[in-house]
């Protein structure tokens, strides 16, 4: 077999197997497609949950709000967020944002948001982390990020940050509907509800593949070597 071919299917091979491999996961991401019916039906998906591992004993949380037609899912006060951590976990930072202009008061102003500890999510059982934001329509986000730690021993990726409550969910929060005018703006219906996890993706790690991908070029140099003798 010639040097370059050898160098073809090693290449082949290796391109096949980080595809294939499992990997530590670099993020996950929850999508928000169950709802609890104090809304009606509205399409989903209505949001996003990622979760980001920054380190084996740091992670943010970010929901952010989707947008169907002209339904505008964004979140506010009294469960804003609610997510179940695997271990005890301290809170150290939350900020949230809304970009979008109401037809009526204009801009949106979020927040201040509270680390409420464990807490309901209406229909979606008890998780052990909540945040609230304070009043309603007008504080709400349409993204959110809280930075956590782990107290004692350490996540080995991101999939192991969050684990199933009781009710087989790991992260729900509150929803208000809002209209999209069709001219840069969003007018409030007064419906609000609580929403929860569905399909999650799961992100390799960059860092990850390219060990794996080392590992298998050495082994194909190493076979190089000894066909040459």
């Known amino acids: 077999m010639s040097r370059r071919l050898i160098g073809f299917s090693t ?11 499992p990997a530590a996961q670099a993020s996950l991401i929850f999508t928000l497609t169950t709802n609890n019916g104090g809304f009606g039906n509205p399409p989903p998906p209505y949001g996003t ?8 004993t740091e992670a943010t949380i970010t929901i952010v709000g989707n947008q169907v037609g ?19 976990a301290t809170i150290q930072s939350i900020t949230g944002s809304n970009s979008h202009t109401d037809s009526g008061f204009g801009a949106f102003t979020p927040g201040p948001f509270t680390a409420a500890g464990a807490g309901n999510e209406d229909g979606f059982g008890s998780f052990n982390q909540t ?6 329509y007008q504080h709400s986000i349409n993204s959110l990020t809280v930075d956590i730690t782990l107290n004692s021993g350490s996540w080995a990726s991101a999939a192991s940050v969050l684990t199933p409550n009781a009710s087989g969910n790991s992260v729900a929060g509150h929803l208000f ?44 140099a190493l076979s190089l070597k000894r066909r040459r003798r």
């Open 11 to 21: 290449a082949a091979a290796i391109m096949a197997l980080a595809l294939v491999a």
């Open 49 to 56: 949950v990622t979760v980001n591992r920054i380190s084996t």
């Open 70 to 88: 002209s339904n505008v899912y964004l979140f506010g006060d009294g469960g804003t967020l609610g997510f179940n951590t695997n271990g005890a």
């Open 131 to 136: 945040i609230n934001s304070f009043d309603g």
């Open 177 to 220: 509907l809002a209209q999209d005018n069709g001219n840069g703006t969003i007018s409030n219906t007064g419906f609000t509800g609580f929403v929860t996890d569905g399909t999650v993706v799961r992100t390799p790690e960059p860092g990850s593949l390219l060990l794996l991908g080392s590992g298998l070029a050495g082994l194909a």
